[in-house]
């Protein structure tokens, strides 16, 4: 049975990260290979392979018979040009499915299957449902630490790992991560040019906000651009010492990049992979030293200290054994840090903290210092307990101002949008003390306002815990840039503001030394 | 923020059960909204709402700016015209996701967390992605036995059920269903004209070969029509008692269609899994009493007594409270039965033991006779014991040949397609006695020869376990239509063709009194 030539044809379809190949229900290939829509297919040309999920075509329009169409996605990872002759066949599953099975048959696996494992994901040749089942199947206390260092170290294999010592020889190169769930928090903005003030490598890239109203990138976006080439990126950093960038084209630990698509609309982010993801990440891109923040509270991604010491110890092992210098801090994650909640809004609040600005939210200030400070203490000149001194200073002296000023100008410049049109205020229904916030329903909110596909909207908290109000005292405003949104947000806010207005006697005590 | 207006237009791809929606880039919503590529979004029109997967189109010709485009499938659920308006937002997750990550959890589902996910999937609200977490989270022993009696009744609640009591009245509805995993063993074609020549009523529906070289519906299809609307098989099985057509079409148990689409590129079964799939089909298609077969064997599904006993016991717990009398046979599955593999040379098999040709393969009518005595004996005018002898006299006097003929002009009778054209004889390659064979091997040969989408190809044993063979006798004929196919299946087959030769004295003994 020999298959008649097929015609490579690029169809205008963005199926995100998924390789879909179409073919035409009349292909003869369609019935002599016993194609099915979802079948997973081969696809050669040029002596180039890709895997590919199968949707069968009835419109000539989108395929004629004697052509094989391919999504964006699988058009650019073949590579050939329009017109090329491609073969297709029934794809083998990847070598690596047989570790998946056992796995979800709950063995354990070894470093060797779970490089196979990241090699086969990066190289797209899972389908959505076997990610999902590696997901699930890695879920919770499923991997033991031993698997979460293999699960890093096979990341890191599957991508591309930068290397500073070209640029900047052997000092440190620093960076702190948060592990999330805390709206506002955006310290990184604040870090990066105070330790690099200090003279410190910092090449710090960040994500977009996937289910927050507001990530670094979107943030650091309001005043500078984000998404920069990586030889760009790399003479920014020689120039300035560091950067605030996108690190989304980077190839940095791709396999991680592909298993989020899956955990995110499961909401799953077990420790095991919380672990791998956030430490391959760091270390592809080449950072030596990591001051890691995790915070604790009813409504964080963590919610007991019991937990974050469990989290904490994982985190140390694999970082130990990757040669990554770890320092993990657990902070206060019982509130927002700042006022703002949105891009523009957090920008705002995080200039005014650089500008010395006696309006600043001092929260984000304090915590801003205390983990720039662990960060300067990388610095092997610098005494232990010295760091939140020299930050402090560097902060005050406006050096921070004009290293921020520097990396704006070196990434380029963009003229924030106007504040946001229009607005509402949300108001204490009654008077009492403000005893505790839910994080996840503030976010909401938020992002019902617009954030971040509008960078203007979002909410601006006039209150924190421990305060007293009077019923009728502004808690927050919302900011929108469309009626649409504005009502949306404002539905959520009228059926639960966020906030639980108690007896003054029943206010949490901040977890842990970090928080304040 | 007001919508423009979008018209609904059918793009022409088949995504199998998935509905897509297909926006422009430059549609206005896309950015307004904030779309990503498999953005999960619901589409309204016309009072109907439908879930669907985004993906972002930039080639007009697939669907220009103002278009919202939809796939087979979801064009189908929406049920409206072409250029219909429609409104397309973010979907919320289905509620039942709250039980879904419960599960993922380790979590007990209760009963309405269970029906409530069921409605769910049957609903297309659950992407692939949350149906593979479904199937991972629920898979091995991950369900408790109450579990999987909830999943059951759940499958069943979220579709059709057939009541045949206004054809049949209040007489056994009686059905077999063998949990699979042996070649040939196409004991349903000749237990149908068995138990229906005695009177009773089995309105038989079956499914086609998924991974396996033929199903009894593709077997029977090379003799009779087996897609039959439902108002159809109502008339056949009023009038003969019975039918041996394709179950798909019937909406019966829809959400386990979806759940076994995940399953299967997954190779999951698990005992859960299994027993609710089973159940729900055929309590849903009306039946009232259920023989069931599970072979045993190395290469079978079920490879040890103790776990063929766990099984047993689960589908007996649920089928009781379900009302479903059932009585469960462990097998012999340490070989095919019968002599054919593939879809004609089965259905050859089928029909020489129903003319009682002295070369009909004698493990096939056995199997066949011992299985349609159990299901007489559901007759409450059989006393125990009888029911093999009813159904070798039955055999034996021709009245079920003239029952398998009425069944396949009531059907609609095809003229079967001439044999095979091509033929390869696989021979033993050293002299002994055969020890064991490897089912998979040979349904994976079977396969690659073109069964079943080729009903002509397949193979042909000419040995069975504990037969001794001289070096160069044949051990089975390859046949296929295609030069391609029989290469492909020949280089299988020389690599390793499935049978272990060894000394006379190592024949693993048959298991149980069932196989023989």
């Not at 799953?268 to 030293?289: E, F, W, Y």
């Not at 801090?329 to 005014?352: F, K, N, S, W, Y």
Request: net charge negative; charged share 25%.
């Amino acid at each position: 049975m020999q298959q008649p030539t097929l015609h490579v044809r690029r169809v205008g379809i963005d199926t995100w990260r998924e390789n879909v190949a179409y073919l035409h229900r009349d292909c003869p290939v369609v019935r002599a290979e016993g194609f099915q829509a979802l079948s997973k297919v081969t696809v050669q040309a040029n002596g180039e392979v890709i895997s590919a999920v199968l949707n069968v075509v009835d419109d000539e329009r989108i395929v004629p018979p004697c052509d094989l169409g391919l999504s964006e996605e699988a058009f650019r990872r073949l590579g050939v040009a329009e017109g090329h002759t491609a073969r297709i066949e029934h794809a083998e599953p990847p070598p690596s499915i047989a570790a998946l099975r056992r796995k979800i048959a709950g063995e354990r696996l070894g470093r060797d299957d779970l490089h196979a494992v990241m090699a086969d994901i990066a190289g797209a040749r899972y389908s959505k449902i076997e990610l999902a089942a590696f997901v699930v199947a890695t879920n919770q206390y499923e991997l033991d630490r031993d698997e979460v260092l293999h699960l890093t170290e096979a990341m890191i294999a599957a991508g591309r790992r930068i290397d500073w010592r070209a640029d900047l020889g052997h000092a440190p190169v620093v960076d702190k991560h948060c592990i999330g769930g805390i709206p506002g928090n955006r310290t990184s903005m604040l870090v990066v040019p105070i330790v690099t003030a200090h003279g410190m490598r910092c090449p710090k890239t960040s994500s977009r906000a996937i289910t927050s109203p507001a990530g670094t990138a979107d943030t650091m976006e309001v005043m500078a651009e984000v998404e920069l080439p990586m030889d760009r990126l790399q003479a920014i950093v020689r120039q300035t010492g560091g950067c605030i960038a996108w690190g989304g084209t980077a190839d940095l630990s791709p396999a991680d990049d592909i298993l989020i698509s899956v955990e995110r609309p499961l909401a799953i982010d077990s420790p095991g992979q919380m672990v791998a993801s956030i430490l391959s990440k760091k270390i592809a891109a080449g950072s030596t030293h990591l001051v890691l923040d995790i915070p604790v509270g009813a409504s964080a991604k963590v919610r007991t200290m019991p937990e974050a010491q469990r989290l904490k110890r994982l985190f140390e092992y694999v970082a130990g054994r990757l040669g990554l210098q770890l320092e993990v801090m657990v902070t206060d994650g019982q509130q927002p840090i700042g006022r703002g909640i949105g891009p523009l809004l957090e920008a705002r609040d995080v200039m005014q903290v650089l500008r010395n600005d006696p309006m600043a939210p001092q929260d984000l200030r304090q915590k801003a210092l205390w983990l720039a400070g662990r960060m300067i203490e990388f610095d092997p000149d610098v005494r232990g307990g010295e760091g939140w001194h020299l930050a402090r200073d560097i902060l005050e002296s406006g050096r921070a101002l004009a290293q921020m000023e520097a990396l704006i100008e070196a990434q380029g410049r963009r003229t924030p949008p106007a504040p946001a049109p229009l607005m509402f205020d949300v108001l204490a229904p009654t008077a009492g003390t403000l005893v505790s916030v839910d994080n996840l329903r503030l976010a909401r909110i938020a992002r019902l306002s617009g954030a971040p596909q509008v960078p203007e909207a979002g909410l601006d908290l006039a209150v924190r815990l421990g305060d007293t109000v009077q019923a009728g005292q502004l808690l927050y405003r919302l900011h929108a840039r469309f009626e649409a949104d504005l009502a949306f947000a404002r539905q959520l806010a009228e059926a639960d503001n966020g906030w639980v207005i108690g007896a003054a006697t029943s206010v949490t005590p901040p977890l842990g030394s970090g928080g304040r």
